[in-house]
């Protein structure tokens, strides 16, 4: 039930144009201090989870590694996506609270 909500929610803020995606996008989101939360795909490789997790950290973005890369694309109207920003903090929040329980 938990998923099904924040994957409603991605798809929501995708709809409202308050999430970017892709690897090159949501770096550059989070660098320009646009990204309030970043979600990666618990089946993105180790570098990857691994450089997002250390940019997040060092520019204090929330990050998650959450659900596959089908279900991300799914979410967001798309194929596959391995990352995605949030960009709007009421879905960031609402996101991060699901994240947590």
Do not use: H, W
């Not at 659900?67 to 996101?95: N, P």
């Amino acid at each position: 039930m938990r998923q099904n909500r924040v994957l409603s929610l991605v798809g929501l803020a995708t709809k409202a144009r308050k999430t970017v995606s892709g690897e090159f996008s949501t770096e550059k989101a989070v660098k320009d201090g646009r990204a309030v939360l970043v979600l990666v795909s618990t089946e993105s490789s180790d570098n990857t989870k691994k450089k997002f997790q250390n940019m997040c950290t060092y520019y204090e973005v929330p990050v998650y590694f959450y659900g596959t890369k089908e279900e991300l694309g799914a979410a967001m109207g798309q194929e596959f996506r391995a990352s995605l920003a949030v960009l709007d903090e009421g879905f960031g929040k609402a996101i991060e609270k699901l994240l947590q329980q």
